[in-house]
């Protein structure tokens, strides 16, 4: 099998400024529908945040935009390629941190680095001058020979976290990424996220932190498959005459 080459980030695939666009996409698990008929585009270099509680339907999203999970309705395109037809090509524009910790327990913190450095087919020494560059904002060099089961939870997501953009992706999934961890480590690791979207990266963020949901420039706030509301938080906040994300999400969820 051979494997995907790293993208170039100087080639610009997406149209119109857009690096993702979703149209009436669904889907179902026979009688139960886990996304209904959503649409929305994130534009390039944006944070696009989808805030829900578990079972809203953000997960599945994410699924079948990385080419996870066949959709069972509607179109979309991510990185100009299109999810039902071309998702081993989405595979080589993208990063993703799933919502699991889905690394590898008993290899040392170096060896899960070169392993998925490897699989977006990155050589030793590329991968070698790409974690030392990561390692600026990470700190994961001080950790390297330990076993990433001994690692606090917040050390584990800025692992995988490292591992999803060892390749430079143009394009970043984060599931719930900082779920489980303390308020500090959260507040970290939304500063790295700011700063790849400041470098151009687009990043496509799940949660269901309400404070999470500030530091996005757009939000879809997702209830029962649906998307009931989407726009700047500040732009929320004003059309609800509210201060609160949460007391609007409280609103719009029991209405």
């Not at 649409?39 to 944070?47: A, W, Y």
């Not at 913190?109 to 790409?130: K, P």
């Not at 560059?133 to 020979?145: F, G, K, M």
Request: charged letters at 25%; hydrophobic letters at 40%.
């Amino acid at each position: 099998m051979t494997r995907p080459s790293p993208p170039d980030p100087s080639v610009d695939l997406t149209k119109n400024g857009l690096a993702v666009t979703v149209r009436n996409l669904s889907r179902r698990f026979g009688e139960f529908v886990a996304v209904d008929d959503i649409s929305f585009d994130v534009k390039k270099g944006e944070i696009f945040g989808f805030l829900g509680a578990n079972g809203a339907g953000k997960t599945t999203t994410i699924r079948m935009l990385t080419g996870l999970l066949e959709p069972s309705s509607g179109e979309g395109q991510v990185g100009g390629f299109d999810i039902h037809k071309d998702y081993e090509k989405i595979k080589t524009r993208i990063g993703y941190m799933s919502q699991k910790f889905s690394l590898y327990d008993d290899l040392k913190v170096v060896e899960n680095l070169y392993f998925f450095g490897g699989i977006y087919g990155l050589s030793r020494e590329h991968i070698r001058m790409r974690v030392a560059e990561l390692d600026q904002s990470l700190n994961l060099l001080a950790v390297a020979d330990r076993k990433t089961m001994s690692l606090p939870l917040g050390f584990k997501q800025r692992l995988a976290l490292a591992c999803a953009i060892l390749h430079k992706p143009p394009i970043l999934f984060l599931d719930e990424p900082t779920g489980g961890v303390d308020p500090i480590a959260r507040r970290y690791f939304w500063d790295l996220i700011s700063t790849l979207a400041g470098d151009g990266t687009t990043v496509f963020v799940t949660t269901h932190y309400m404070d999470e949901a500030e530091y996005c420039h757009r939000l879809s706030i997702m209830y029962k498959g649906k998307i009931i509301e989407m726009d700047s938080p500040s732009a929320i906040k004003k059309k609800y005459n509210s201060v609160s994300i949460e007391d609007i999400f409280i609103k719009l969820v029991d209405r």
